[in-house]
């Protein structure tokens, strides 16, 4: 099959399309990679091993979105309602490239058998529909109306969860719908008239890539809805060589936390300097010890602690069984990695579905209450690390999740279900 994958996002975005895309390659099939990278990541190196053929695409229009601060800037790192973090989302990310995402598909949709796209790459779905090329959509978190589960950072009502969604797709249509629909007119197809829907005649399939031990598939979701289980790399699609210093700190005492926010640190610049601060200070505070990822190099002078060494980027997957926790935002891929590796979080949600995961996390015990973005402190953070420390029970209700985990292959599952629509 000829197979056309499309994401657009930071790397939690662009992972599991990797991810995914090697699986296919494994396979046999034609698969080429389109990717928005909003964070300004170049992706060929991971891809190139992998045997993916990869493509970055509207490369200078991010460039030029991430040299404008404005009011904006305040929303993402948490200080705005949901609604208007996911307005500002698409206002300032998503509409500088979609005229990008438009002229690739036009050039690369031609004899493909099936399109797999991110649910917000709506250009290129509009292509897809209009050209006749099998669609699928990848989500990181539920977006499919269901009782189960509410849109994601919103609360959880529990059986008032589809009033939410109605809401939701309510105000979606005023801002949203809209521009998705300025591209479907263009491609010849007829407006949309509602967001949030328990089925699409339009698309063939709709994968949710979390693992179902942490998010079981609602059972009044639509039969092409699935939830596959968590889009990982391989083993060795890292090219990383741990620094004799991390041997050396792992070895001086006992596991430290993990902890680093991710591209929010990216994404949000201008807070990058509170939050790497706070989680040092929260380490004092805590008496423990941690690896703090961040980008070390953009950062004014930090407090220097024996209890802290400094790390760039470095794969979790080689990190987190050396360690006793993880302290993150609570990004999709973040959040299995340290589940997949049988280790407790403290989640410190900014923004979108990284709420949803710090409940869902909180439920399964294996996190204590979030500690917003909005409301971080080092003493919020430092007592949330520690009634991790003092719970007898964290670590094997960790584990046993973590079993369960390694028994699904979601990549496989995808495969299946994509290789299916031929």
Not at 9 to 17: M, Q, T, Y
Not at 267 to 272: M, V
Not at 315 to 341: E, F, K, S, Y
Request: aromatic share 6%.
């Amino acid at each position: 099959m000829r197979i056309g994958l499309y994401t657009w996002g930071s790397e939690g975005d662009v992972r599991p399309f990797v991810a995914l895309a090697a699986g296919l390659v494994r396979e046999g099939h034609d698969v080429a990679l389109g990717y928005v990278a909003i964070d300004g990541r170049d992706w060929s190196a991971t891809c190139e091993p992998l045997g993916v053929r990869s493509r970055a695409i509207g490369v200078e229009a991010v460039r030029l979105a991430r040299t404008k601060k404005g009011p904006h800037d305040d929303v993402l790192v948490g200080k705005g309602n949901a609604l208007d973090q996911v307005r500002v989302i698409v206002e300032a990310l998503l509409d500088p490239v979609v005229e990008d995402l438009w002229a690739d598909a036009q050039s690369t949709m031609e004899g493909l058998d099936v399109a797999v796209v991110h649910l917000l790459a709506h250009p290129v779905m509009s292509t897809a529909i209009a050209r006749g090329v099998r669609l699928a959509t990848v989500a990181p978190a539920p977006v499919t109306p269901s009782r189960v589960f509410p849109p994601m950072g919103a609360p959880d009502l529990g059986p008032f969860n589809p009033m939410t969604w109605w809401l939701a797709d309510r105000v979606a249509r005023r801002w949203l719908v809209p521009r998705i629909n300025t591209f479907r007119v263009r491609a010849g197809l007829s407006p949309m008239t509602q967001m949030f829907s328990r089925e699409s005649p339009e698309v063939a399939l709709g994968l949710t890539c979390v693992s179902p031990t942490l998010v079981p598939r609602p059972t009044d979701w639509h039969g092409s809805q699935v939830v596959t289980g968590f889009f990982d790399l391989p083993a060795g699609a890292h090219a990383w060589r741990a620094p004799d210093e991390l041997a050396r700190f792992l070895d001086a005492g006992d596991a430290p936390w993990l902890m680093g926010f991710g591209s929010m640190l990216s994404i949000a610049g201008d807070d990058t300097a509170y939050c790497v601060r706070t989680m040092i200070e929260a380490v004092e505070r805590a008496g423990t010890r941690a690896l703090v990822q961040a980008p070390w190099d953009e950062l004014p002078a930090m407090p220097a602690s024996p209890r802290v060494m400094r790390l760039g980027r470095a794969p979790h997957a080689d990190l987190l069984p050396r360690c006793r926790g993880m302290v993150h935002h609570g990004g999709a891929g973040t959040t299995q990695a340290a589940c997949l590796a049988g280790r407790p979080s403290v989640i410190v949600p900014f923004l979108g579905d990284q709420f949803f995961w710090a409940e869902r996390l909180r439920r399964l015990g294996l996190a204590p209450h979030a500690v917003p973005r909005k409301h971080l402190d080092a003493e919020r953070l430092a007592r949330a690390m520690r009634s991790i420390d003092t719970d007898p029970n964290a670590r094997m209700r960790a584990d046993d999740i973590a079993r369960r985990m390694r028994t699904e292959d979601g990549v496989g599952e995808a495969v299946r279900r994509i290789e299916a629509l031929r």
